[in-house]
């Protein structure tokens, strides 16, 4: 029996959204360790007498250090053979992914990787938004906003500079010390979409710009996890656009 890591990206809420080689890893894992962000419809392709262990790994909930998982891994895997690492989006975009492989290569497991589909690339194709267009956005950011430590993320001021889309992941509470960056730079107007629980049946959107966004964000009481999309991008697309869209996928 090899012991064995694999890392399987969940995608961004929708169990559909999972990839057909997730699946399948699913189905044959012996144990699967698995994160708060992942749906829980997605738990049903785990086959029936597999281990199942939540792990947490939502920001500002409890959960396992990313030490004790590292040994959860190591630990299961010598006795069961194959682990699954099951993480929300895509592994290896902010999801640690990288220090779990390397620690499993380190204590002698074979390692594999995944990918899924990320919340900052499909939860805005779901709801009709291009994050780059000929002429407007030659590019985008993708970023978290808070660094180890909980630290604001100071490339944010980097990307408010750009004309390119900017996707803030983990943002929710840092909000206004985001919209103090790119008012600092003057860009009021700049419009700004929120997208909370994106891709499932409770999603919601807040619309507005950067002088507005934080008091509309209050009013509709919005929570993580959500992802923040800032840019002129927002602009070719309709706030009804967006609604008839996300309503024709969600349904």
Known sequence: MKSKLTLVGAGPGDKDLITFKGIKVLQRANVVLYDALVSSDILDFI????????????GGKPSFSQEKINQLIVSYALIYGEVVRLK??????FGRGYEEIAFAEKNGLETEVVPGISSSTGLTAINNISLTQR?????????????????FNNDIVLAAQSNSTVVILMGVRKLPQIVDVFKGYGRYELPV??????????????????????????QSEVAAPAIIVVGEVLNQTSEQEIVNQTASYLN
């Open 135 to 151: 002429g407007i956005s030659d590019g985008f950011w993708v970023l978290t906003a808070s660094k180890v430590g909980d630290g």
């Open 47 to 58: 086959k029936p007498n597999a281990i199942k262990i939540f792990v947490g790994k939502r």
């Open 88 to 93: 929300g989006g895509d592994p290896f975009i």
């Open 193 to 218: 979409l929120i997208i909370q629980n994106g891709s499932r049946p409770d999603q919601k959107l807040v619309r507005g710009n950067i002088s507005t966004i934080t008091y509309l964000a209050e």
